[in-house]
């Protein structure tokens, strides 16, 4: 069964992104996450991406080749029996069409540096298209069922450093910590996490999680209440049985008859209905709650005096 993180990110990898600065931040994020450069010393440098996510590998060559139709890109996947799962391998041929990008996506220099990144984040749409190709090659979420948990996880210190103030400025309350040689930011509030998938265009999503939060709320709701009910029955029943007790401790002594009115009537009430409420002893007995709770203080009083 696919995981709720990899439903938005199919999701995600169908979302049209017209604008060619929101896809060269999308690709440049994507690419951070997972790429690493190779040479060829006839051809000069080249790209490798790697995906457990089928869609995701795709939107990597869309973007590709709607930037730039002559680059050469292939596919392949590998089976990883360590880690359970297949890997989808994207190569971008080195070539004399790859260096122009690689300049424009800032990644010239041996290696993949987040430095230069800060020029394809001046817009806020290509702010949130950089966060969705970050969260598309190093992201998680839990299900809607679960506490709301959202994480980033990179390779590479600078970008976890990047992304976390990424989302400082935007006003998320984001963490940030290192795991097995891995740099996560995270987000644990639900509207936090609502917000940035709702940021990301995963609005179908963060609708999921709303939905799960309200129905998660209702069922607290009715859980209280079902369990104040429970408890006020239980006071009911071990109040109705002191009384009961009360009672026949009067009639084995013979005290019953000699009990006023009012009282010999309470006591016959209650004997003749050991399972309804105060007020609904009063209720037969004509009189409030209060006076009926006074006539059976006075009853019990009695029968310990016995």
Same mark, same amino acid.
């Given at each position: 069964?696919?995981? #709720?993180?990899?439903?938005?990110?199919?999701?995600?990898?169908?979302?049209?992104?017209?604008?060619?600065?929101?896809?060269?931040?999308?690709?440049?994020?994507?690419?951070?996450?997972?790429?690493?450069?190779?040479?060829?010393?006839?051809?000069?440098?080249?790209l490798r991406?790697?995906?457990?996510?089928?869609?995701?590998?795709?939107?990597?060559?869309? =973007?590709?080749? *709607?930037?730039?139709?002559?680059? /050469?890109?292939?596919?392949?996947?590998?089976?990883?029996?360590?880690?359970?799962?297949?890997?989808?391998?994207?190569?971008i041929a080195?070539?004399?069409?790859? *260096?122009?990008?690689?300049?424009?996506?800032? #990644?010239?220099?041996?290696?993949?540096?987040?430095?230069?990144?800060?020029?394809?984040?001046?817009?806020?749409?290509?702010?949130?298209?950089?966060?969705?190709?970050?969260?598309?090659?190093? /992201?998680?979420?839990?299900?809607?069922?679960? /506490?709301?948990? =959202?994480?980033?996880?990179?390779?590479?210190?600078?970008?976890?450093?990047?992304?976390?103030?990424?989302?400082?400025?935007?006003? #998320?309350?984001?963490?940030?910590?290192?795991?097995?040689?891995?740099?996560? $930011?995270?987000?644990?509030?639900?509207? +936090?996490?609502?917000? #940035?998938?709702?940021?990301?265009?995963?609005?179908?999503?963060?609708?999921?999680?709303?939905?799960?939060?309200?129905?998660?709320?209702?069922? +607290?709701? $009715?859980?209280?209440?079902?369990? $104040?009910?429970?408890?006020? =029955?239980?006071?009911?029943?071990?109040?109705?049985?002191?009384?009961?007790?009360?009672?026949?401790?009067?009639? +084995?002594? /013979?005290?019953?008859?000699?009990?006023?009115?009012? =009282?010999?009537?309470?006591?016959?009430?209650?004997r003749a209905?050991?399972?309804?409420?105060?007020?609904?002893?009063?209720?037969?007995?004509?009189?409030?709650?209060?006076?009926?709770?006074?006539?059976?203080?006075?009853?019990?009083?009695?029968?310990?005096?016995?």
């Open positions: 069964m696919p995981s #709720f993180a990899s439903d938005v990110k199919n999701a995600l990898s169908r979302t049209d992104t017209e604008r060619s600065c929101c896809q060269t931040a999308e690709l440049a994020a994507l690419l951070r996450m997972g790429a690493s450069m190779v040479t060829d010393g006839e051809h000069g440098l080249g991406f790697e995906t457990a996510s089928a869609a995701v590998a795709r939107r990597v060559i869309r =973007l590709l080749r *709607t930037m730039d139709a002559a680059i /050469g890109t292939s596919v392949a996947m590998e089976q990883r029996p360590q880690l359970r799962r297949r890997i989808y391998i994207v190569n080195a070539g004399e069409g790859v *260096t122009p990008l690689l300049t424009r996506l800032g #990644f010239m220099g041996g290696e993949t540096p987040v430095g230069t990144d800060l020029a394809l984040l001046r817009k806020k749409c290509c702010r949130a298209a950089y966060l969705r190709g970050a969260f598309l090659g190093g /992201g998680s979420v839990n299900r809607p069922e679960a /506490g709301c948990h =959202l994480e980033i996880t990179g390779k590479h210190a600078a970008m976890g450093r990047a992304l976390h103030t990424l989302l400082r400025r935007l006003h #998320f309350p984001v963490g940030l910590t290192d795991r097995h040689e891995s740099y996560v $930011v995270y987000l644990k509030e639900g509207d +936090a996490v609502m917000d #940035f998938l709702a940021l990301i265009g995963a609005e179908e999503a963060a609708e999921e999680i709303e939905i799960a939060r309200n129905l998660k709320e209702v069922r +607290a709701q $009715v859980n209280r209440l079902v369990n $104040v009910e429970t408890a006020n =029955l239980q006071r009911a029943v071990d109040a109705a049985a002191d009384q009961l007790a009360a009672i026949e401790r009067l009639t +084995a002594a /013979g005290g019953l008859a000699t009990l006023p009115e009012d =009282l010999r009537e309470t006591a016959e009430m209650r209905h050991p399972e309804i409420s105060i007020a609904e002893l009063a209720a037969l007995c004509h009189i409030s709650k209060s006076g009926m709770s006074h006539r059976l203080r006075k009853i019990r009083t009695l029968a310990e005096e016995v």
